[in-house]
């Protein structure tokens, strides 16, 4: 029941936002910035489009490791295909059904969000599919793709929260791929870690400080949204899940990069998203949290760099930089990426990824 009640509240949180996004599908802050939707949303500036979908190999060939990966270890000897972007979409056509068109056109352009969208369907406890919940009000089919990668991102949630049980988190990465680790919430919460929102008190906040409701560039949207509430309030937020959460959105924002990747080429002339500064604020915060964690909670790190856990970590740091790698130079799917690169890899925090490879016995 936690965890429906958990969902439920991304769900109406999410369909609230939904209802703010105006006619190019940005949710503009009162001074006219532009945050990050709840889950997996993209803003949108006047970035401009580039045509080049990448460097992914129609030969069905894998994407070459990223340059932040050890390729002597789990996070660099991670392959995937690159998403089929140049799929012919022209003769897929809108009747007015949101789960045939989502369906058809990721099967042909990002099969594992199709995966993620099937199974999302299968969780039945908010009385609507989840591709249809987060569709918006679609009159075409270019609606439903300008809303992809949310219908992607949140329907990987559900799905990974119908495979999840009691102590026990399940994600689901590829068809091939399924990680499932134990005990990563919160100690308040029947885990062995601490609430996400305490690495807002770390030595690394301030460098990105939380934009605090104002949205703009240099400073921390995600953060107003996922690292919120206070832990010892009593009070439930968001920011008061554990490790296991924080993973989940991180996995979900490889999704929502790859997705995007997948669909450069239907962004409308001008446009932009976030795509790449979402996936990139989490592996920060991954790396934050497990800083606070070897520094202040011996018993939360010991709990995140256990076999599964560190093994699933480097797991997602390798498909993360697959995909960060691929879409490197490609404006249309960043907005403030340039600066969160440089946070993401300060050595400091990347010593924190090698400290697990150092325990894998890489």
Not at 154 to 163: S, T
């Amino acid at each position: 029941m936690r965890q429906d009640r958990r969902m439920i509240r991304f769900a109406f949180a999410s369909i609230t936002l939904l209802s703010l996004v105006g006619c190019d599908g940005a949710v503009a802050s009162p001074d006219g910035s532009l945050p990050p939707l709840e889950d997996g949303g993209v803003g949108r500036d006047g970035g401009e489009v580039t045509p080049d979908a990448g460097p992914g190999d129609p030969d069905g060939g894998m994407l070459p490791p990223g340059m932040y990966v050890d390729p002597m270890c789990t996070d660099g000897q991670y392959a995937e295909a690159p998403p089929p972007v140049d799929a012919d979409l022209s003769d897929v056509m809108w009747t007015g059904e949101v789960g045939p068109y989502v369906d058809a056109v990721l099967d042909r352009r990002y099969p594992t969000g199709a995966l993620l969208v099937r199974g999302g369907r299968e969780n039945t406890r908010f009385g609507q599919d989840c591709d249809a919940l987060f569709a918006g009000s679609p009159s075409s089919g270019e609606d439903v793709i300008d809303r992809i990668g949310v219908i992607v991102h949140e329907c990987g949630h559900f799905h990974d929260l119908n495979l999840s049980s009691g102590p026990t988190s399940v994600y689901e990465l590829t068809a091939e791929l399924r990680l499932s680790c134990d005990r990563g919430d919160a100690t308040d919460r029947g885990g062995d870690t601490f609430a996400r929102s305490r690495i807002n008190d770390d030595d690394q906040a301030s460098r990105r400080a939380p934009c605090g409701g104002g949205g703009g560039r240099g400073c921390d949207s995600y953060a107003d949204i996922y690292l919120d509430g206070d832990p010892d309030d009593g009070t439930f937020d968001g920011g008061d899940q554990g490790f296991n959460m924080l993973f989940e959105e991180t996995v979900q924002y490889v999704n929502s990069l790859a997705v995007a990747w997948a669909f450069v080429d239907q962004m409308a002339p001008g446009r932009s998203t976030s795509a790449r500064d979402g996936l990139l604020t989490f592996l920060w915060y991954v790396e934050r949290y497990l800083r606070r964690a070897r520094l202040e909670d011996p018993t939360a790190y010991a709990r995140i760099t256990d076999p599964c856990w560190r093994d699933a970590i480097l797991t997602v740091w390798g498909r993360a930089w697959l995909f960060l790698e691929a879409t490197e130079g490609m404006s249309a799917l960043g907005i403030d990426d340039a600066a969160l690169f440089e946070l993401v890899t300060d050595p400091e925090l990347l010593s924190e990824i090698e400290r697990l490879r150092e325990l894998e016995g890489c």
